[in-house]
């Protein structure tokens, strides 16, 4: 199995950044894709940003600009810096990594790191 852990969530002033972490460890050899995806109260938990490991990279509409997903394949990591952050993206970022593949483990989701945005 793979287990996936996040970092770097707090909180922080509108306009302000935040650099998220996550490493994977276990089977990672499995690993396809990695990503973020966020939840707010409230709300289905919707996509992010997602960085697969021939660099492709998908963005949510509302994050393009300001977001930005890098990833170490070597290291299985996978990083997301939100630049001028809003009130909006307030949510429970969850690290997300998918195979194309192996469907009966994946996908798999890390804990959660929770992001405020407010004044």
């Known amino acids: 199995q793979v287990q996936l852990v996040e970092s770097g969530g707090g909180l922080v002033q509108p306009g302000g950044s935040l650099r998220l972490s996550c490493a994977a460890s276990?089977?990672?050899?499995?690993?396809?894709?990695m990503g973020w995806y966020r939840q707010a109260p409230g709300k289905e938990r919707e996509l992010v940003a997602m960085?697969?490991?021939?660099?492709?990279?998908i963005y949510s509409e509302s994050v393009k600009g300001r977001f930005t997903i890098s990833r170490d394949n070597a290291k299985n990591t996978v990083w997301l810096q939100m630049n001028s952050l809003k009130p909006e993206d307030t949510a429970v970022y969850f690290c997300?990594?998918?195979?194309?593949?192996?469907?009966?483990?994946?996908?798999?989701w890390g804990q959660g790191t929770q992001v405020t945005v407010s004044s």
């Open positions: 960085l697969t490991d021939r660099g492709i990279t």
């Open positions: 276990g089977t990672i050899f499995s690993i396809d894709a």
């Open positions: 997300n990594a998918e195979s194309d593949t192996n469907y009966s483990d994946f996908p798999r």
